[in-house]
């Protein structure tokens, strides 16, 4: 390799000078003749220009686009050369890497181009694989959107790979456009076509045909518009369903046509034409003509089937345990065990025919055929043997009989098809997932385990209380057996429910063990006691860092040397963070001597073995400490040997970024408040207050500068300082700009001869880091974020670049637009700081046309998706604008991208590994919710993909801080996925469509990034509902349900419970809490209505035994699994000491309470978006958690989501507690639990609300909430995100909007609303046609007020407001204008209620009330009819319009009427749970008054007390007054040294300057 720095990029008219004729094509000899050095890249470069621009005169590519390109070419090549013997050798390997899918999908569908011409004569291998490079990179850099296709660009590529070999044969250029342009429309008069027509002819027709599957183009605001009002139905072809058309041949038949309609073949008419060339007809290609009927082969269909058909074996598994835990305690004959799997699969391959649609008429013959058999086997040998046996009569059972032996067998090869054989279609181009024989055993063990210890719990621990609890069931008679069914239906479904929803506590519990001994056995477990937080180990850093990462036979001279310059540049970083300062850094002993010119040099004592006392020196900066400690256990875990910085593959780091923050501005500083405990302040003083010590090194650090230091540059420092503690994009880019430095620090110990500038140069052409700011290019001349954008390219280095969009520019050259069907043209641009003025902005780059608006997604994607073609590396880190590096771990990136070496001695196959994942160190963990959050994050980034990775093979990827292979990702469509609403979570994709391809997913923890995260209860929960919606989109994605239906069982087990299942299992765990209650309040009205009495047997006690028996262990095991991998992960990395008191903070946080509240937030978001659709991106914001939301807003947030289930069963156990609960003793640990849960759905939003007990605020809050309560209609034009502010009534239909959504077929389908109203309406009518009930009714008319009457749904209202309805409708006409919708709103309310205490009145046998028959069977009458209605208003919401439009008089009297009904029940429901919380936050409120309680909240929340205290809001306005005070104090600080105390006074005086400037 050479050690010149290669070229610039250089002008493109000059490189084609510089390189060959087209027309003569080059040999490997020429190739490896060409000498190292500047002018042998030149040389290389002009071969790359030569071949691109053959290629440009041949398809019409953009110029600008085809530069592009040949500057990436070059720059991949140069990084393959580092590990190649040669460059012919380096370009076959990157040809291999790039086309590699291309070979594999070629022999698929080889059928569908025509016969191969004669090879061109003289064209040596390493020219064609030059050719086919170029060739290739140039269609992918003007695809833009169709980017997401690969294969439709491998089908592009093919064809156009044929016409070029046909072209060079010909002496002259032909058009292959002509036949759409025109035989007279050449470039200018000459032949060949123009620059860009690849654009316009061949890519933008396919982009015209996805853009209007899902927008349509408005020419009056020149803006897209999305046509559904929510997610696109399942009918609308996506980016998969036409690149999928390229998998298989019979498909581009049946959907490629050209011609008129219907159209021909396109495969067709090229064979039958006297143009054999396939490349010249794609122009001609009918996109209109493709549709769902022809081209679709899976519908994303939103509803619970994609579940079943995916992960139906899942399922399958869990009846068949259930079963056999049934068995074993005798509730079940073993015959039984064997139907689960032949009664579920029917279910689960039925919905999968329905999602997925089979391509031969073979296939599917073959898949049912085989369900048929293995479903009919087990049925038919069940049946024979339950006749000859008495339906399993214990006595007549014997297992070892021939037909019961039959069942046995049937059932195990049943049950063994189902879980081991998939459905798939094995015609066309099929990738093929990884298998590893190794990873089966282990994910095979794991869960093996996992369901023994399920299973032994079950048998032995929790399914005993139910055979106490069955055997008391009363035998009433009501309709034959039904109310033995009831009985059992109520009794088993909460426990069947828990046992489902156990799995996944008992997988982390797993995970939560052994993934921390796996680390114990890596980091040594000394690492119990704390040991590297003390600084044990140290002395091994220095000879293992520089015989990775300098030289493998380093002396010791060398190393003490070589790590001593290490070591000095990472203190020196740690100093210019201000997270050192003097003493401190005498502490760590790097003397000014290291790397010792002609002085020998010395370790510091921390890392020399001779000095026998080596303990961490005291830090007062625990992040310092945090940094070295890492730092330490990093090389415990022997990070792969590294060539050379020369040597090592390239990599870019990418970074999205639309509006986050960039370098924090002087107003923001000084004048964005900050709520505190009795007041506010400004942003620059409160981290100033938190930041306390860091500031004092700040402070010193400019006061200690050697040169002078104007106002200006203190301010820019005073920015950069707040930057670097916010989540900035300025934090992000300087921090992961590190990588350039760490390069640049080990090539000085490498290659100590190089210059600066060449070491500059090779940094540059290893390391990039490109910014995708999407909006750059309409940022205002002047404003804060162009000129903080300008900031970031002149003080970062040279190899950091801007990505951006404009539209409407100028182009020199000539564009065909004929067939743009937007007023708008879009381009994508680059900048870097080597680009010059011009009128106050920089001149791009390269600007490339794109085939239209770009952003048809959720927004991330497509900014990665339009900035890649940028992007210079073979690797590529996609980082989020609010994370960072440290230059310790970024010193480690020789190491990281060794993780990429090609596989050794394997053939065929992907060459080396695709995603390569790291841990994240979350640095904003602030408060009591920024710490769960945080614990939370570390966990998932530790423990739990170290498990996914090592034991269950499963790992996906999860945006950040991965570092992928590019070359694979852009032949799979590239890092994301951009489908709106369907790839919401755009990045697990990658992984997804990685593993379906036979791809490696590898994690490592040497290696590290900083994250910022949510900090406020809001934020976190709006985070966590994002997750939700899009796991529950990616659950109905085909990807899913080929893993699915793909990954073995094991592996299978491990993905779904760390994706989908970990959400899925959260809306059974809510369930599962409703049907215990919902089940203890059944059984206690009837016990207390006298129900089985006549047997003498209180089926209410053991189902309360059984209940809290069973429940309690099971929310004990939920609350574990949230704590148990922290508790032991901490064990290992921080010692017992760190342990422990991270569970006492996080029980005095009351984790439990917000854990249980979360969860109930990820089931309410992951049930809406599968059933309904409809997610957007929710943006959650990376603001400081200080901000007070009100109690509106707050309701308004989580009303639906927790608090009206809270409610809800805060209702049936007060209704259990009315009829007797003190008869029963359920136990302490019961009602614990369901109070937490209770509590924490009901008033979590209010405890982890900042300020929230303030006696004013909650005033205030309580007149906000009222006039949001009665509020009206929104007038036109309030902003869509303004509405539900407006009032109660916008707020409510906006809960409806999403129901409506939702298929009328669910309306037929049972639902748990309508199985608990068929119960309760059981257990009514067993009660009120009961003998003893009826004795006393004597005549008519009190039978139909006290037995048919309860049975009845709710009517008194109903038809009350339907005659109120008629008279508004009367009124309305006669004045000819209608009445004020508060007026209504109000009218509605109150004859719902009294109506409603009407019929109650009317039901109830006042004259018995306190017998059993009064009290009791009114409130078991009152809770029946509340059953039957929760399941009216829902049927409502699906069937009645807009809950606003009946409001103002749209609609009919009957629609109106029932709308009322269904607004006035909600009403008073909202207003007695909003009214009850308002009482209860008072009180509380109350309580704080007294003194010396005060500050109890604020203890909790942020666990510290302010420094500074503002004065009280309205006082005083200028709150930035406080800021020069608290310096003032500050400075007189008796802590402070003296030359501390002046840095703080001068850094006061320019504070105090720049606050008009702020």
């Not at 759409?180 to 982009?207: H, K």
């Not at 996080?1146 to 992951?1166: C, E, N, R, V, W």
Request: aromatic fraction near 12%; include cysteine.
């Amino acid at each position: 390799m050479a050690d010149a720095p290669p070229p610039p990029a250089m002008p493109f008219e000059n490189a084609i000078s510089t390189g060959h004729n087209h027309r003569v094509a080059v040999t490997a000899q020429q190739l490896n003749a060409i000498k190292p050095g500047a002018q042998g890249e030149q040389t290389a470069l002009g071969l790359i220009v030569g071949v691109m621009m053959s290629l440009a005169e041949v398809f019409g590519f953009q110029h600008q686009s085809v530069q592009n390109q040949a500057e990436h070419i070059a720059a991949l090549w140069r990084s393959k050369m580092g590990a190649a013997p040669s460059r012919a050798a380096a370009l076959s390997v990157l040809h291999n890497d790039l086309l590699f899918s291309y070979k594999h999908w070629l022999g698929a569908v080889q059928n569908a181009f025509p016969p191969a011409q004669a090879p061109v004569v003289g064209i040596d291998a390493v020219a064609q694989q030059l050719d086919e490079v170029c060739l290739y990179l140039c269609i992918w850099g003007e695809a833009g959107n169709v980017r997401f296709m690969p294969e439709l660009l491998l089908f592009v590529f093919e064809a156009a790979r044929q016409y070029y070999l046909e072209a060079r044969r010909s002496p002259i250029a032909i058009d292959p456009y002509t036949s759409v342009r025109g035989d007279d429309e050449g470039r200018d008069g000459a032949e060949g076509p123009n620059p860009g027509d690849f654009l316009v002819f061949i890519i933008r027709p396919i982009y015209n045909k996805i853009f209007g599957e899902t927008f349509t183009w408005n020419s009056n605001t020149h803006k897209p518009v999305f046509k559904f009002p929510g997610a696109a139905p399942k009918h609308v072809l996506n980016y998969d369903d036409i690149n999928e058309i390229f998998w298989d041949t019979r498909l581009m038949k049946k959907a490629l046509l050209v011609g008129d309609k219907p159209g021909q073949p396109l495969l067709e008419a090229v064979g039958a034409s006297d143009r054999p060339q396939l490349f010249p007809w794609l122009c001609e290609v009918r996109w209109n003509l493709v549709t769902s009927r022809n081209a679709k082969m899976y519908w994303e269909t939103h509803s619970w089937f994609p579940l079943f058909a995916s992960f139906g074996r899942v399922y399958v598994l869990h009846f068949i345990a259930f079963a056999a835990c049934l068995a074993y305690r005798g509730h079940l004959a073993w015959a039984f065990v064997g139907l689960p799997a032949p009664a579920c699969s029917v279910v689960i391959e039925l919905a999968a025919y329905l999602l997925c649609k089979q391509h031969t008429y073979a296939e599917f013959f073959w898949t049912t055929s085989s369900t048929l058999v293995m479903v009919g086997l087990p049925v038919a040998t069940f049946v024979q043997a339950a006749r000859e046996t008495d339906f399993f009569e214990a006595s007549k059972v014997d297992h070892l009989d021939p037909l019961m032996l039959a069942h046995y067998i049937a059932s195990g090869l049943s049950a063994l098809f189902f879980l081991v054989s998939t459905i798939s279609p094995q015609t066309g181009f099929r990738p093929m997932i990884r298998r590893s024989v190794l990873h089966l055993i282990s994910s095979f063990l794991f869960w093996a385990g996992v369901f023994a210890i399920k299973c032994s719990m079950s048998i032995f621990v929790l399914l005993p209380a139910t055979t106490r609890a069955t055997d008391g069931v009363p035998e009433v008679k009501f309709a034959g057996p039904t109310w033995q069914i009831v009985n059992h239906v109520v009794l088993w479904m909460p426990v069947g429910l828990s046992f489902i929803t156990e799995t996944a506590f008992y997988q982390t519990l797993l995970i939560g063990t052994i993934g921390p001994v796996l680390a114990a056995f890596r980091f040594g477990f000394r690492t119990l006691c704390g040991a590297y937080r003390r600084g044990k180990g140290m002395d091994r850093i220095p000879r293992n860092l520089i015989t990775t990462l300098v030289k493998p036979d380093a002396g010791d001279e060398e190393i003490r040397s070589g790590f001593g310059h290490i070591w000095h540049e990472i203190i020196e970083d740690l100093c210019l963070a201000d997270l050192l300062k003097g003493k401190n850094r005498a502490k760590l002993d790097t003397p000014e001597s290291l790397p010792g010119a002609g002085v020998t040099a010395r370790l510091p004592s921390l890392f020399d073995p001779a000095v026998k006392r080596k303990p961490l020196p005291k830090i007062r900066s625990d992040e310092a400490r945090r940094r070295l400690v890492m730092l330490a256990r990093a090389w415990k875990q022997n990070p792969p040997a590294a060539r050379d910085v020369r040597s090592c593959p390239s990599l870019t780091v990418m970074i999205p970024h639309y509006a986050e923050d960039n370098l924090i501005t002087m107003h923001q500083l000084f004048h964005q408040k900050i709520e505190l405990e009795k007041g506010a302040t400004v942003l620059m003083a409160y981290l100033v207050d938190y930041f306390g010590d860091e500031f004092i090194n700040f402070a010193t650090r400019l006061h200690s500068s050697n040169e002078p230091v104007c106002d200006e540059q203190v301010q820019f420092e005073l920015r950069r300082w707040a930057s670097l503690r916010m989540q900035t994009l300025w934090r992000t880019v300087e921090g992961m700009a590190k990588g350039h430095r760490a390069m640049d620090v080990l090539l000085q110990l490498q290659v100590p001869y190089l210059t600066d500038r060449a070491r500059d140069s090779i940094c540059r052409d290893k390391f990039q880091c490109l910014v995708a700011m999407q909006l750059y290019g309409e940022l205002k001349l002047g404003s804060p974020e162009l000129e903080a954008a300008e900031e970031m390219l002149q003080r970062v280095p040279s190899s950091t670049a801007i990505a951006f969009l404009v539209n409407d520019q100028d182009r020199k050259e000539h564009m065909e637009a004929e067939n743009i069907k937007q007023t708008k043209r879009f381009y994508s641009c680059v900048v870097d700081s080597s680009c010059a003025f011009e009128n106050g902005r920089r001149v791009p780059k390269y600007v490339v046309e794109l085939p239209g608006f770009p952003v048809l997604g959720n927004g991330k994607s497509d900014n990665q998706n339009h900035a890649i073609i940028f992007s210079r590396g073979e690797l590529i880190q996609a980082i989020d604008a609010n994370q960072e590096s440290y230059l310790e771990s970024a010193i480690l990136l020789p190491s990281v991208l060794a993780e990429f070496a090609p596989y050794k001695g394997q053939q065929g196959g992907r060459s080396r590994p695709g995603i390569v994942g790291f841990r994240e160190h979350i640095f904003s963990a602030v408060g009591a919710l920024g710490s769960l959050a945080a614990e939370g994050e570390f966990v998932f980034g530790t423990v739990t993909q170290r498990m996914l990775t090592q034991v269950l093979a499963c790992r996906m990827h999860y945006g950040h801080p991965d570092i992928m292979d590019k070359l694979q990702m852009l032949t799979q469509g590239g890092i994301s996925k951009a489908t709106r609403g369907l790839n919401l979570s755009e990045d697990i994709f990658a992984g997804m469509d990685l593993t379906l391809r036979g791809g490696e997913i590898k994690y490592t923890e040497y290696h590290h990034v900083g994250k910022g995260r949510d900090m406020g209860f809001m934020s976190i929960l709006s985070f966590f509902g994002k997750l939700a919606a899009g796991t529950a989109e990616q659950s109905i994605t085909r990807q899913s349900f080929r893993l699915g239906r793909g990954l073995s069982v094991p592996r299978l087990l491990g993905y779904y419970y760390s994706h989908v299942g970990y959400y899925f299992n959260q809306i059974l765990m809510a369930k599962t809490v409703w049907w215990f209650v919902f089940a203890m309040t059944f059984f206690g009205l009837s016990d207390a209505t006298g129900v089985g009495a006549e047997q003498d047997s209180s089926f209410r006690d053991g189902a309360s035994k059984m209940y809290s028996g069973y429940f309690g262990p099971v929310f004990f095991l939920f609350v574990l699994a949230t704590m148990w991998p922290l508790i032991f992960e901490f064990l290992v990395e921080d010692g017992i000491v760190k342990a422990l008191r991270t569970v006492v903070l996080d029980l005095l946080a009351l984790s439990p309470m917000f854990y249980t509240f979360q969860g109930k937030i990820i089931a309410h978001y992951m049930k809406v978006e599968i059933v309904y659709g409809g997610a957007e991106y929710i943006p959650t914001g990376r603001g400081l958690a200080t901000v007070r939301q009100s109690f509106r807003s707050l309701f308004a947030s989580f009303a639906n989501t927790n608090m009206f289930d809270g409610f809800e069963l805060l209702s049936f156990i007060l209704a259990s507690y009315l009829v007797g609960s003190s008869s029963v003793d359920v136990g302490y640990p019961y009602w614990f639990c369901i109070g937490t849960v209770v509590s924490s759905w009901l008033v979590a939003p209010f405890l982890y609300n900042p300020y929230m007990f303030s006696l004013r605020a909650v005033y205030t809050d309580a007149l906000e909430f009222g006039r949001w309560l009665v509020g009206g209609i929104a007038k036109e034009g309030t902003p869509a995100n303004k509405i539900t502010q407006w009032s109660w009534l916008e707020w409510t239909t906006s809960l409806q909007t999403p129901r409506q959504r939702a298929s009328r077929h669910w309306l037929y389908l049972p639902s748990w609303r309508l199985l608990t109203a068929v119960l309760s309406e059981c257990l009514t009518a067993t009660v009120v046609t009961s003998d003893a009930y009826e004795a006393e009714l004597s005549t008519t008319a009190d039978q139909v007020r006290h037995q048919v009457l309860p049975l009845l749904p709710p009517i008194f209202a109903g038809l009350a407001l339907g005659l109120v309805a008629i008279f508004h409708g009367v009124v309305s006409c006669c004045l000819k204008e209608r009445v004020h919708p508060t007026f209504l709103l109000v009218v509605c309310a109150v004859f719902v209620a009294f109506a409603s205490m009407a019929e109650v009145y009317a039901m109830v046998r006042w004259p018995v009330w306190d017998t059993d028959y009064g009290f009791h069977t009114g409130v078991l009458i009152v809770f029946n009819k509340y059953c039957v209605l929760r399941w009216e208003l829902d049927w409502a919401d699906w069937l009645m319009p807009k809950y606003t439009e009946c409001f103002v008089g749209t609609h009919g009297i009957i629609a109106t009427g029932i709308t009322w009904w269904v607004v006035g029940w909600r009403w008073w429901r909202d207003a007695l749970l909003g009214c009850g919380l308002t009482c209860a936050i008072a009180g509380v409120a109350l309580v704080l008054r007294i003194p010396g309680v005060a500050h109890v909240h604020h203890l909790f929340l942020f666990r510290n007390r302010a420094k500074i205290t503002t004065r009280a809001p309205g006082k005083n306005a200028d709150e930035a007054q406080e800021l020069p005070r608290f310096l003032r104090e500050l400075a007189q600080d008796k802590d402070l040294t003296v030359f501390e105390k002046a840095a703080v006074a001068r850094l006061q005086d320019v504070v105090e300057n720049s606050m008009s400037i702020g």
